[in-house]
């Protein structure tokens, strides 16, 4: 069935620095591409999304690229501050039905 | 705007109870998802109404059930609870069509003792 896989699970880097989060997609179908943070005790923010006929999408500090051909996505957060500091899911949903499938998260942490 | 909105926001129950969830999309929403979260995993589609009728549906069991209403609103209803249904529960509303953003209310969280 249809599956998103991202990595990593964990991802510590220093205030300033980038981070980056990868994620496959198994289902060819699949045309949308959202990404979003989820603070604890609270429910999933959209931060940017990304569509299949786009191949980057850049929004201040935010980025993200898609590669239809190898069915990968990446999250670019650069200058990360203290409130970057959360969980991230990427997704990806179908063309042929409305179901948004989730990857596993990564737990952000900014470091001082 | 308020937003998606969700009641209650916590909730604790028996086994073996019946549990209702409520959720309110955001205006302008026509479609509404539901998804359950387990402690450090991803959300997890439920099923999702449009138009009052269950449109798609997951891998979750007949106990999992819902409802639609004429004003969008939606109840997810849980039967026979178990301990494994211990969850955060969200609903996520969009409008028509299968190229929109869809977003999400705050959960709510359900224990099961």
């Known amino acids: 069935g249809e599956n998103v896989e991202q990595h990593p699970s964990t991802l510590s880097v220093q205030e300033g620095d980038s981070a980056v989060i990868k994620c496959t997609y198994s289902?060819?179908?699949?045309?949308?591409f959202p990404w979003y943070k989820q603070e604890l005790g609270k429910g999933p923010q959209l931060i940017i999304d990304?569509?299949?006929?786009?191949g980057e999408k850049k929004d201040q500090r935010i980025a993200v690229t898609l590669n239809k051909t190898a069915k990968h996505f990446s999250l670019h957060i650069t200058e990360t501050q203290p409130e970057d500091s959360a969980v991230y899911f990427c997704?990806?949903?179908?063309?042929?039905?409305?179901?948004?499938?989730f990857g596993k998260g990564t737990r952000l942490h900014i470091l001082p | 705007d308020a937003g998606v909105t969700q009641s209650p926001t916590h909730l604790i129950k028996t086994r073996g109870q019946q549990v209702t969830l409520r959720c309110s999309p955001k205006?302008?929403?026509?479609?509404v998802s539901w998804y359950q979260q387990a402690l450090g995993q991803g959300p997890q589609f439920i099923f999702q109404?449009?138009?009052?009728?269950?449109?798609q549906r997951g891998n979750f069991p007949d106990r999992f059930s819902g409802h639609q209403f004429p004003n969008y609103s939606s109840e997810l209803n849980v039967n026979a609870l178990l301990l494994g249904d211990s969850a955060l529960y969200l609903c996520?509303?969009?409008?028509?069509?299968?190229?929109?953003?869809?977003?999400f209310g705050q959960g709510t969280r359900l224990t099961v003792v």
């Open positions: 205006s302008g929403h026509d479609t």
């Open positions: 109404y449009y138009e009052e009728e269950e449109r």
């Open positions: 990304i569509r299949s006929n786009v």
């Open positions: 997704a990806a949903r179908s063309g042929r039905d409305d179901k948004i499938i």
């Open positions: 289902d060819s179908a699949s045309n949308y």
């Open positions: 996520a509303s969009s409008p028509t069509g299968l190229d929109t953003e869809a977003f």
